[in-house]
């Protein structure tokens, strides 16, 4: 039986890069860890600043997979990141070292861990749904969806139009509620997953510092890159807190401090999604933050 999967997941910024380095290193360093992403943000090229991805620099010399492995111009897929994250922990096992899982994207965390299907695609059907919902608008869509699976309409923002949109093409192309393919919480690969609980008005402020500090460190300039390479075609990409709002910048339609107000809100809402999906999962063992936090997550490893 392989090892289990150390696993840092939970809501933006509470430090989960930082701490999966030093889980790394109280196992043994770079030869004896390496860390695999589960943000899906972190997965295209170009997008650093503001998915808060690590620089090379600040990597302690850590081999780090499934970073920087999609064009901005590309949708990302769960069913293509399981595939490659799971092979990549199967190397990282292989050569004898230990996995360290590290991001803030249930489904994504879910789709390597557990034991979870994805269902194929079909163009013709997606387009359809594409132009509905270009047509009568994301909310029409959603109260379909309400109708066909009221369970999956409840986890999805009716704004979520791509995952509006998938949800209905699941269940037109299996004749199954799309919330179906969220079975039991039932491990695939053994785990063991951490979540960070850093006090609400201290995340909060958190993210407020570090949304200055974005924009503040390049990330208009980066955007002003990523739309040279094509982020506006990029469904997924385009649509990332903190790019959407550093484009509207750069058009002119929000100035700066409107923007720092909006990727403020925007990451804060997004962490409290976050902070629901983990709670849903029994299985998560919740920490205080300490300055014995690594060697805790160690521990609950062994």
Known sequence: MPVPVIAVVGPTATGKSDLALDVVELLGGPSAAEVVNADAMQLYRGMDIGTAKLPVEERRGV???????????????????????????????????????????????RAVLDQLEFPGTDPAVRRRLEERAEQEGSTALHTELTARDPAA????????????????????????????????????????????????????????????????????????????????????????????????????????EEAHAAITTATRQLARRQEKWFRRDPRVHRLEPGADLAARVVALAA
């Open 63 to 109: 081999a780090h997979h499934q970073l920087d492995v999609l064009d901005v111009t590309e949708e990302a897929s769960v069913a293509a990141y399981q595939r490659e994250a799971r092979a990549d922990i199967a190397a990282v096992h292989a050569r004898g070292r230990r996995a360290v899982l590290v991001g803030g994207s249930g489904l994504y965390v």
């Open 153 to 256: 309409a409840a986890r999805i923002l009716s704004g979520n139009v791509r995952r509006v949109v998938r949800a209905l093409e699941v269940i037109e192309l299996t004749g199954r509620p799309f919330s179906a393919r969220l079975p039991e919480h039932r491990y695939h690969l053994p785990a063991v997953q951490v979540v960070v609980d850093v006090p609400r008005a201290e995340l909060d402020e958190r993210i407020a510092v570090r949304a200055r500090g974005m924009l503040d460190g390049g990330l208009l300039e980066e955007t002003r890159a990523l739309l040279d390479a094509g982020l506006a075609r990029g469904r997924t990409a385009s649509r990332a807190v903190g790019y959407a709002q550093a484009v509207a910048v750069l058009e002119g339609s929000l100035d700066v």
